[in-house]
């Protein structure tokens, strides 16, 4: 029997609607944003895990980027020791040759990374470079560890926060359909007011 006080049909499709409604929004913001968890009404627990997970990643990446930095420093006093060495050879030579009065002898000898000779410039450079060789490896294998801790830390956010694209792909088309659906049968429901207008004519 249709009635005017109440249209129950059209009242139930238009609920219906609305879920479909936040549904298909949700899949259009998993799918633009890559991300399955967006607020915390998604999934609250979730967030705050990839959230930590996020966290460790960037703490990660800073050290990597400290690591490195540390390495190309050992590189360039690395670089500084080899002209020293040469600086040192050069030494021998004005000691060889008896030149140890000229001034540019007694310029080397007032150079405190080298020292009163050749030999005791090549025995400091030498332990120098030792030091050095321990620092530039020991920023290497850093710098690939927090790399690693780095990587982890971004699949475990990915494990928590990234989206199924291929699942959301199927949602959007179900609340696609749905909504279409939902407004052709509200449609439908709202045409049993015209029966009631009808019984006026």
């Keep these: 029997m249709p009635t ?15 879920v479909s409604k936040i549904g298909l929004n949700q899949a259009i913001t998993r799918l633009t944003t890559g991300r399955r968890i967006n607020t915390a009404a998604d999934d609250s627990a979730a967030l705050a895990a990839g959230n930590t ?6 703490m990660a990446d800073a050290k990597v ?5 540390k390495y190309f420093v050992a590189v360039a006093t690395d670089g500084a020791e080899a002209q020293n060495t040469q ?6 030579e004005m000691e060889g040759a008896g030149n140890t009065a000229d001034a540019e002898y007694k310029a080397y000898t007032a150079n405190t990374s080298l020292g009163a000779s050749a030999s ?3 025995t400091a450079i030498a332990a ?29 956010a990915d494990a928590w926060l990234g989206a199924d694209m291929g699942a959301e792909m199927a ?3 179900k609340y696609q359909i749905l909504m279409q659906a939902g407004t052709s049968a509200l449609n439908n429901a709202n045409q049993s007011a015209n029966s009631v207008l009808g019984l006026f004519r």
């Design 53 to 58: 997970a996020q966290a460790a990643q960037r």
């Design 128 to 156: 120098r470079q030792t030091t050095n060789a321990s620092a530039m490896s020991s920023a290497l294998s850093s710098a690939q560890l927090d790399g690693i801790a780095s990587e982890t830390a971004q699949g475990v």
């Design 120 to 122: 005791i410039a090549l």
């Design 4 to 18: 005017i006080l109440s249209n129950v049909q059209a009242l139930a499709a238009s609920r219906q609607l609305g």
């Design 65 to 69: 980027a400290g690591d490195n930095a």
């Design 87 to 92: 600086l040192a050879y050069r030494m021998a």
């Design 171 to 173: 949602h959007l088309t």
